[in-house]
């Protein structure tokens, strides 16, 4: 007996926005003030000369999060679910464990940039703007309508568009980015190997992977007529296609801005000899000397829009693993009452975030190594998500197909490569 095809609209603006849902919403997450700092470092040392990782990030981060969708929209259960379902218990604990202190210091890392963002623009005390960032997210996320607040993020996503005006506003040598892209200036210096480790830890990080699996599991939920996969194989066909198409421009996007701010940082901070960028605040800083009030603002506020839409999805990914490895009640369109435990871990994730910017660690300082440790701890996780996704038992008849399953090999390779890369030439 056939099942019903899920009710999603699919034309003009309204049905675009409707099938454009998790993989926008992931794909504009990666750009958050730790990807900011990140991007705007590599172009402040390197000029362009590692712009084509971004080119070459692409297809591995749009397979490896097409695969994170297709876990969770075929079988019903998220990266952490299926871990515990289907590995050993040990495995499953220390992959979540490892993810969640991945989170707590992004978390605090990016409530501390935009705390510092926001001093710039209006002048105060950062602790309290950083106190005030995670209460006003938090709140959101636990109070908030489920389609109201998709809705939300997904209007943040335009605040990414900022860093594509700051390319334009300043002097652009578009000849040379375009040489190095092609033909890039390659080195096995352990800094240069170092930046291609976060750069790839910002484009390909583990809080993506579980978001948009488990986002595809909280639209299926919400979706009238929709149901796992391996229960309503008719709708594999259109779903696909979605997960396809959703993921691929989320990704495109996410990647296009992180070119952008490389773009900028390269034309202006690198060629006036600023190398060094601790956080995405200090480049904003350094952006109103050299490019000129008006690229300092649209920078500085870009950090705080993108760090509001990123940090829910930090703190709702914790909770979503946490949730599935103990099997509680999980999803943001529950209310508090019916997932205590749910909700609980989403305020107790971004406290620790804020209360890491009260002690003598200084989170906005490990930006940049947050983006390294994403992309070590990335590895195991994509191992995990690999076996799972050519599983039978797993995925029933929606395995991966040949082309997915190589690239999504070829991505997982590529970071331990690098990875191994790094730890050789620092113990040389």
């Given at each position: 007996?056939?099942?019903?095809?899920?009710?999603?609209?699919?034309?003009?603006?309204?049905?675009?926005?409707?099938?454009?849902?998790?993989?926008l919403i992931t794909g504009a997450s990666d750009d958050d003030p730790s990807g900011i700092a990140t991007y705007s470092q590599v172009g402040a040392e390197f000029g362009y000369g590692l712009a084509w990782t971004l080119l070459f990030s692409y297809?591995?981060?749009?397979?490896?999060?097409?695969?994170?969708?297709?876990?969770?929209?075929?079988?019903?259960?998220?990266?952490?679910?299926?871990?515990?379902?289907?590995?050993?218990?040990?495995?499953?604990?220390?992959?979540?464990?490892?993810?969640?202190?991945?989170?707590?210091?992004?978390?605090?890392?990016?409530?501390?940039?935009?705390?510092?963002?926001?001093?710039?623009?209006?002048?105060?005390?950062?602790?309290?703007?950083?106190?005030?960032?995670?209460?006003?997210?938090?709140?959101?996320?636990?109070?908030?309508?489920?389609?109201?607040?998709?809705?939300?993020?997904?209007?943040?996503?335009?605040?990414?568009?900022?860093?594509?005006?700051?390319?334009?506003?300043?002097?652009?040598?578009?000849?040379?980015?375009?040489?190095?892209?092609?033909?890039?200036?390659?080195?096995?210096?352990?800094?240069?190997?170092?930046?291609?480790?976060?750069?790839?830890?910002?484009?390909?990080?583990?809080?993506?992977?579980?978001?948009?699996?488990?986002?595809?599991?909280?639209?299926?939920?919400?979706?009238?007529?929709?149901?796992?996969?391996?229960?309503?194989?008719?709708?594999?066909?259109?779903?696909?296609?979605?997960?396809?198409?959703?993921?691929?421009?989320?990704?495109?996007?996410?990647?296009?801005?992180?070119?952008?701010?490389?773009?900028?940082?390269?034309?202006?901070?690198?060629?006036?000899?600023?190398?060094?960028?601790?956080?995405?605040?200090?480049?904003?800083?350094?952006?109103?000397?050299?490019?000129?009030?008006?690229?300092?603002?649209?920078?500085?506020?870009?950090?705080?829009?993108?760090?509001?839409?990123?940090?829910?999805?930090?703190?709702?990914?914790?909770?979503?693993?946490?949730?599935?490895?103990?099997?509680?009640?999980?999803?943001?369109?529950?209310?508090?009452?019916?997932?205590?435990?749910?909700?609980?871990?989403?305020?107790?994730?971004?406290?620790?975030?804020?209360?890491?910017?009260?002690?003598?660690?200084?989170?906005?300082?490990?930006?940049?190594?947050?983006?390294?440790?994403?992309?070590?701890?990335?590895?195991?996780?994509?191992?995990?998500?690999?076996?799972?996704?050519?599983?039978?038992?797993?995925?029933?008849?929606?395995?991966?197909?040949?082309?997915?399953?190589?690239?999504?090999?070829?991505?997982?390779?590529?970071?331990?490569?690098?990875?191994?890369?790094?730890?050789?030439?620092?113990?040389?």
């Amino acid at each position: 007996m056939s099942t019903p095809e899920v009710a999603r609209p699919r034309t003009g603006p309204r049905g675009f926005l409707k099938v454009m849902g998790p993989g926008l919403i992931t794909g504009a997450s990666d750009d958050d003030p730790s990807g900011i700092a990140t991007y705007s470092q590599v172009g402040a040392e390197f000029g362009y000369g590692l712009a084509w990782t971004l080119l070459f990030s692409y297809p591995l981060m749009a397979a490896i999060q097409e695969i994170s969708a297709r876990i969770g929209r075929v079988t019903g259960y998220g990266i952490a679910g299926n871990l515990k379902r289907h590995s050993p218990a040990w495995l499953a604990r220390s992959l979540v464990l490892l993810f969640l202190l991945t989170n707590v210091v992004n978390l605090g890392a990016d409530l501390g940039a935009m705390g510092a963002a926001l001093r710039l623009l209006v002048p105060g005390p950062v602790l309290l703007y950083v106190a005030l960032f995670g209460v006003a997210s938090a709140l959101l996320e636990i109070f908030a309508d489920y389609a109201r607040y998709v809705a939300i993020l997904k209007w943040l996503c335009l605040s990414l568009f900022s860093y594509v005006i700051c390319a334009f506003a300043v002097d652009v040598s578009w000849g040379r980015l375009a040489k190095e892209l092609l033909w890039p200036p390659l080195s096995d210096a352990p800094e240069y190997l170092m930046a291609i480790v976060a750069v790839l830890g910002t484009t390909i990080s583990p809080y993506l992977f579980f978001w948009q699996a488990e986002e595809e599991v909280e639209d299926e939920r919400q979706a009238r007529g929709a149901r796992p996969l391996v229960r309503a194989p008719d709708q594999a066909p259109s779903e696909f296609a979605r997960i396809r198409a959703d993921t691929y421009v989320g990704m495109g996007l996410s990647n296009l801005i992180a070119l952008f701010i490389v773009i900028t940082t390269a034309a202006t901070l690198h060629e006036h000899g600023v190398t060094t960028i601790a956080t995405s605040a200090d480049a904003a800083e350094a952006l109103r000397t050299i490019a000129g009030p008006l690229t300092f603002l649209v920078f500085a506020a870009g950090i705080i829009g993108t760090g509001l839409l990123t940090i829910p999805v930090l703190a709702g990914s914790a909770a979503f693993a946490l949730g599935e490895l103990f099997s509680w009640h999980v999803g943001l369109a529950r209310k508090p009452h019916r997932a205590k435990a749910f909700y609980a871990t989403i305020a107790v994730a971004t406290l620790l975030g804020a209360i890491l910017n009260f002690t003598p660690i200084d989170p906005m300082r490990a930006l940049y190594w947050s983006a390294v440790l994403n992309g070590i701890v990335a590895v195991p996780v994509m191992i995990a998500m690999m076996n799972l996704s050519v599983r039978a038992d797993v995925m029933g008849e929606f395995t991966l197909p040949a082309g997915l399953r190589i690239v999504g090999w070829i991505a997982t390779a590529a970071m331990a490569a690098t990875v191994v890369a790094l730890g050789s030439s620092a113990i040389s």
